[in-house]
């Protein structure tokens, strides 16, 4: 059977929707009793609710289990120490392979949620245990929050410059990746960057412009109308701190990778950005 861990986020579901579909066992935890029935009608086996944080719930949710996927939640105060509790887990439940879903460019101290998940990498490394780290870029499913927004509007916005370099990937490549790795021991002991091909906000706006048939423009939000609406929604005061420091670094650096791993995983290219918005397109029509 196969653990999948915060599997009622974005990341979660999409991989076990993939693993569920490739007819695999999968265990899903859940941070909260809420989040349980949307992660059951995935499919899954078994679901449970535990927290990372807590060596007891890791433990619980790694009994049985022959592989990990292991999704860390986003922009979390906890990192390390999650990290920590899922490598012991793993450890003493003997588990044949954890599979990291990390983010693409651990190394990067200016972006301390990257900065942190080096270290849980670190840990991995000298764990001696049989791992995988997929490093995954940013997905090109972050703008549909605001796609019906953007088609009203004709402007596609997000929260740095129209020209900064992104390497955007599809979740759904993801997920097919994330399957093929779990599943073929001739990962174990790679590290691998998931990244889809390089776009910035300006070429994604004349790509819509020609798949809506209307006019689409690129505009950069403000930084502090964004932490603003955030904070609106909920987000924590941790998550609005690292988000003040990732948007001015993709100001200036975008963030790149090399999408040559993806595609000799996938056996084929990359899904485009607009394969991507033709594909969501016709799901909006």
Same mark, same amino acid.
């Given at each position: 059977? *196969?653990?999948? &861990? ?8 999409? %991989? ?25 009608? &995935? ?11 807590? %060596?007891?719930?890791?433990? $619980? ?22 990290? #920590?509790?899922? %490598? ?8 044949? $392979? ?25 840990? %991995? ?29 004709? *402007?596609? $916005? ?24 779990? &599943? ?19 070429? #994604? ?8 048939? *209307? ?45 040559? &791993? ?5 056996? $084929? ?17």
């Amino acid at each position: 059977m *196969i653990l999948v &861990t915060c599997a009622s986020g974005k990341t979660g579901i999409a %991989i076990v929707g993939a693993l569920v579909a490739a007819g695999h066992q999968v265990r899903a935890m859940v941070k909260t009793k809420s989040s349980l029935e949307g992660v059951k009608k &995935t499919g899954v086996k078994e679901a449970l609710v535990g927290d990372l944080a807590v %060596i007891e719930d890791v433990l $619980r949710a790694t009994e049985n289990i022959e592989l990990v996927y292991y999704i860390a939640p986003n922009m979390d105060p906890n990192e390390q120490l999650n990290g #920590k509790n899922m %490598i012991t887990a793993c450890q003493i439940q003997k588990v044949s $392979r954890l599979v990291f879903h990390s983010v693409l460019h651990t190394q990067i101290e200016a972006l301390p949620h990257h900065w942190e998940r080096h270290f849980v990498e670190q840990s %991995i490394l000298n764990a001696k245990i049989p791992f995988t780290i997929l490093q995954v870029g940013s997905y090109m499913q972050n703008m549909l929050p605001a796609w019906g927004q953007m088609v009203k509007t004709g *402007i596609h $916005r997000m929260a740095y410059d129209v020209d900064a370099p992104m390497s955007l990937v599809d979740l759904d490549d993801v997920s097919e990746a994330a399957v093929k790795v779990l &599943t073929d021991d001739n990962y174990t002991n790679g590290i691998f960057e998931i990244a889809g091909p390089i776009i910035s906000l300006k070429q #994604k706006a004349l790509i819509l412009s020609e798949v809506l048939k *209307i006019e689409v423009s690129a505009e950069k939000e403000a930084l502090d109308d964004f932490l603003k609406h955030a904070q609106s929604l909920g987000f924590s005061d941790f998550t609005l701190s690292m988000m003040s420091k990732m948007f001015p670094y993709y100001d200036e650096n975008g963030l790149v990778g090399c999408d040559k &791993t993806l595609g000799w995983i996938l056996g $084929r290219s990359p899904t485009s950005f607009e394969t991507f918005a033709r594909r969501t397109a016709a799901s909006f029509s």
